[in-house]
């Protein structure tokens, strides 16, 4: 949207919640916006609303969803369903999925990533917040149940790494792959998917990082999960703990792993007996994840001109890089990575050193 679009969709947006507020005086202010065409307003009261229970002086959340570019009903069915699986996501306050309008609870400002920023030299901090969020996370996945939410199968998980020729590659590298190096790319996303689709299949948030999870008294706050699906029980450790905003040192991702895999075989969830044998499903399914997320980067940029994700490239590239060098069968997909951090045009002068560190 331009920006008399958006200025539009906010008039409208205000006159809805004047509706619903029962012409309660508030104002608006910018609260985030995301990697689609979502859009979050802080609602700021200056009263409670007759009609609300909130508490003087509360703030809340507006969605902006523009149809048809967006649809409200799964973020409305997904918060319904991870509520009553105990996580701790906004309520829905009211909404309008016609105009993709949605009043939600606030669940505050500091993300994990602030959080963690401005602490990442206290790992007991860190460590507590990862645990909240690794329980939050076996909550989810004891309540998961087949056929509720679309499953994550082949198709979409290969859809998802085509992102990566498509857009890293093709487009953002202006490289173009010889037969040999297809069959590659190709034989390597079998080998993946083999791996994660014999894995346990839990409710999967799909987006379970440190932008994502908040800061607050019931820890972590969970939102953006409107895309969940059901899927392997490593997906959403690979969002956290192998997150394309923040890194670990090794040694701390397997220290949070360990503690996340023993409480979890304990509660009776589908995860290996043997540690080493869950570390790789682990890395196998961040390795899927890498992949997608380099093709969205270079989509964001490329298609919707969202250059803020480039500088998140190295790390995930770095992620990709370090699990295909320890694995055997990952072997080929590593060296047309080395392959192709030698093409001279690539815009990031630090490519070339991260691939091969």
Known sequence: MNNSQQDIRQQQLSTWLTGVLQHSTFKLTTASADASFRRYFRVHLD?????????????????????PQENCEPFVRVAALFGDAGMHVP??????????????????????????????????????????????????????????????????????MQLFPEWYIAKHLNVTLDDKQQAVVQKTFELLNRNILAQGQVYVHRDYH????????????VLDFQDAVYGAITYDLVSLLKDAYISWDEELIIDWLVR??????????????????????????????????????????????????????????????????????????????????????????????????
């Open 210 to 221: 440190s932008r994502n999870l908040m800061v607050c008294e019931d820890n972590p706050g």
């Open 91 to 160: 309520q829905v306050i009211a909404q309008d999925l016609a105009q993709g309008f949605l009043l939600l609870s606030d669940l505050g400002d500091v993300t994990y990533l602030s959080q963690l920023n401005q602490d990442q030299l206290n790992q007991g901090k860190a460590s507590s917040l990862y645990h909240d969020a690794n329980m939050a996370l076996i909550k989810l996945q004891l309540a998961s149940k087949p056929n509720v939410l679309p499953n994550y199968d082949e198709a979409l998980l290969t859809r998802e």
């Open 260 to 357: 996340y895999w023993d409480v979890a075989r304990k509660a009776g969830l589908p995860v290996p007996a043997d540690f080493s044998e869950f570390y790789r499903d682990f890395e196998y399914t961040g390795a899927q994840r890498h992949i997608k997320i380099l093709g969205i980067f270079a989509r964001l940029y490329h298609r919707d001109g969202k250059d803020g994700y480039l500088k998140d490239m190295p790390l995930v590239m770095q992620y990709l890089h370090k699990v295909c060098e320890r694995y055997v069968e990952l072997r080929p997909m590593l060296r047309l990575l080395d392959a192709l951090s030698g093409d001279d045009k690539h815009p990031d002068a630090n490519y070339k050193s991260l691939l091969k560190l």
């Open 47 to 67: 009263a409670e609303p007759l009609n609300l229970n909130l508490g003087t002086g509360k703030t809340l959340i507006a969605m902006d969803a523009p149809p």
